[in-house]
C-alpha cells in the first residue's frame, strides 16, 4: 500500500546541487566512471536555467587529501583512492558550464552535506529548496536527497538528470525518493517550475 504523500515543489529560492558531476564519474574511463552523455546534457539544461534566473548553484566533487579521511568507505571501494587532488578525475565534466559565483564543494563521504558545510552556505545565500541531481543515484544523489530532507529544504530530484552503473538501482531509488524524500519529475516539468518564479 502507498504512503499518502503530497507533492511540495520549489520554494521561492532554490538551489542548484551537482552531485558528482566530475569527470572521475562520467567518463567511462575511469574505474569508477560510466558513459554519463544524457546525464551530463540534462545538467547542463538545468546550469543554463539556474544561471539565467541569477539562482545559486553548487557542484560537489569527492577528493581525499590524506589516508585517514573517509577511511572506512576507502576500505570499501578501493577505486575511490585515485581521487586525489590534482587528479583530472575530480574536475567538474568539461561540457558542464561553471559560471562566476558557482560554488564548488570538496567532500569525502556519499552526501554533499557531511563533513562540508553546505547546509550553512545554502542558508546563508537565501536558499528554501533543492534540485539535486549527479552521479549516482543509489549512492550520492539520494544521501544527499534524504540529508536535504533531513535539514528541511524541499527536494526535487529531476529524472534526466540523475544516473547510475546499474539500471535496477537507478530506477528502485528514484522510486523510493519519490515515495519519502524528494518531488521526482521530469526535465521539462521542473523547467515549467522555473519559469513560474521569473
Given amino acids: 500500500m502507498d504512503l499518502d504523500r503530497r507533492e511540495l515543489g520549489l520554494g521561492k529560492r532554490p538551489a542548484l546541487v551537482l552531485v558528482d558531476m566530475v569527470r572521475g564519474f562520467t567518463d567511462p574511463a575511469c574505474p569508477l566512471g560510466a558513459e554519463s552523455g544524457s546525464v551530463v546534457a540534462a545538467n547542463e539544461a538545468l546550469l543554463q536555467a539556474f544561471h539565467a534566473r541569477g539562482l545559486p548553484v553548487f ?3 569527492v577528493v581525499y587529501h590524506n589516508q585517514s579521511q573517509a577511511r572506512v568507505f576507502r576500505d570499501r571501494v578501493p577505486a575511490l583512492d585515485i581521487l586525489q587532488p590534482g587528479s583530472p578525475w575530480v574536475e567538474v565534466d568539461p561540457a558542464l558550464t561553471v559560471a562566476d559565483g558557482d560554488v564548488l564543494v570538496e567532500k569525502q563521504w556519499a552526501s554533499a552535506f557531511h563533513g562540508t558545510g553546505l547546509n550553512e552556505q545554502l542558508q546563508a545565500r537565501g536558499v528554501d529548496s533543492l534540485v539535486v541531481t549527479g552521479l549516482t543515484t543509489s549512492g550520492c544523489v539520494r544521501a ?15 529524472t534526466e538528470a540523475v544516473g547510475d552503473r546499474n539500471l535496477d538501482a537507478h530506477r528502485a531509488n528514484l522510486h523510493d525518493m519519490q515515495a519519502k524524500y524528494a518531488d521526482v519529475v521530469g526535465l521539462d516539468a521542473l523547467l515549467a517550475q522555473l519559469a513560474e518564479l521569473d
Avoid: E, K, P
Wanted: proline fraction near 0%.
Fill in 59 to 61: 557542484f560537489t566533487t
Fill in 144 to 158: 544527499t536527497v534524504v540529508d536535504g530532507l533531513q535539514y528541511d529544504y524541499r527536494v526535487v530530484v529531476v
